[in-house]
């Protein structure tokens, strides 16, 4: 069996040193025609022709866009200058009317502060009696506080 073993092994290197010595795979090997590919030259003018045709997408964008700034730059040279000042009457009057708006949500607050300090002592519970004196010391005015009743 070993017998068999080397003939086989002896068998394969005499093959493979023929393979070898027939095909020098040390070189590099020469074409001696040059391959052309129809298809993928016509894929790859196509692929050139689509991106020629983006960019001229992007730049015919450009240029409307720079024709678009040019005519608001026309159209704002030839706006009165009165226009300029009632404007920024409308913006001082709308600050103005902000500000007011502020005060009023101030004041709602205060008044909302008050009624609680003011009305957080009754209770359904309470008495007649009881409510009606609360009511008259709510009720007293502060610096007329010498008079009777």
């Not at 068999?4 to 025609?33: I, N």
């Not at 992007?58 to 024709?67: H, K, P, V």
């Not at 103005?96 to 205060?110: H, K, P």
């Amino acid at each position: 069996m070993r017998e068999k073993y080397f003939r086989r092994t002896a068998l394969v290197a005499s093959v493979a040193l023929v393979v070898g010595a027939t095909f020098d795979l040390s070189s590099p090997a020469y074409a001696q025609w040059a391959v052309y590919d129809g298809a993928n030259h016509v894929q790859n003018v196509l692929i050139a022709a689509r991106t020629l045709q983006q960019i001229d997408n992007q730049i015919t964008s450009l240029a409307n866009q720079a024709q678009m700034l040019v005519n608001q730059a026309k159209n704002l040279a030839t706006l009165p200058l009165s226009t300029l000042s009632t404007l920024q009457s409308t913006i001082s009057q709308t600050t103005a009317l902000l500000a007011q708006a502020q005060n009023i949500a101030y004041s709602v607050q205060s008044v909302e502060q008050q009624y609680q300090q003011a009305y957080t002592a009754v209770s359904s519970g309470m008495s007649d009696g009881a409510l009606f004196s609360q009511a008259q010391t709510r009720c007293r005015i502060p610096w007329a506080g010498s008079r009777t009743r």
